[in-house]
């Protein structure tokens, strides 16, 4: 006896790089600042930062090189910047976190020898006007690493400062 198990897709997903490249935010909107991002190039660079508003994490930006295998975005790391030393205080101000670095060093790290990130990803997607009724229609959603990033811009380089 055999049990054939089959799934149909009017499409079958697209779990190629196409389509991908482009800013990616962790919400919909920029409110005071930006939460997390992937920035995803044509040419297959990347660049992550932390979100602005959490003034805790230490790690806070990442670039290299991307690339999606199967359900995988695999990022090749060349470099970090991190907030080293300091004091974790309580929160001031508007910051997203319950608390903040305050008298830390940026510090950046170019590696010799890359290391790999691997998040699980889906395909791009619009989302449903009924699942996010107060968002513009239209807009494209990715989950990355599990978390829904919405696409800003299809060219992260026109709207990105990368200084």
């Not at 009724?133 to 959603?141: C, I, Q, S, T, V």
Request: hydrophobic share 40%; charged share 20%.
């Amino acid at each position: 006896m055999f049990l054939i198990v089959a799934a149909l897709f009017a499409e079958p997903p697209d779990m190629s790089d196409a389509g991908r490249a482009g800013l990616w935010h962790a919400m919909p909107i920029v409110a005071s600042g930006y939460a997390g991002l992937y920035a995803l190039f044509e040419d297959g660079t990347f660049l992550w930062r932390e979100s602005e508003m959490d003034w805790a994490a230490r790690l806070r930006e990442r670039s290299g090189s991307w690339r999606v295998e199967g359900d995988t975005l695999v990022l090749t790391v060349s470099s970090e910047m991190v907030w080293e030393g300091g004091t974790l205080v309580p929160a001031t101000g508007s910051a997203g976190s319950d608390s903040e670095l305050t008298g830390f060093a940026e510090v950046y790290y170019d590696y010799a020898t890359p290391g790999e990130v691997r998040l699980g990803v889906s395909a791009p997607e619009p989302a449903e006007p009924e699942d996010y009724p107060d968002m513009p229609g239209g807009m494209r959603r990715m989950i990355i690493g599990g978390e829904d990033y919405w696409l800003l811009s299809s060219d992260p380089g026109t709207i990105l400062n990368l200084d």
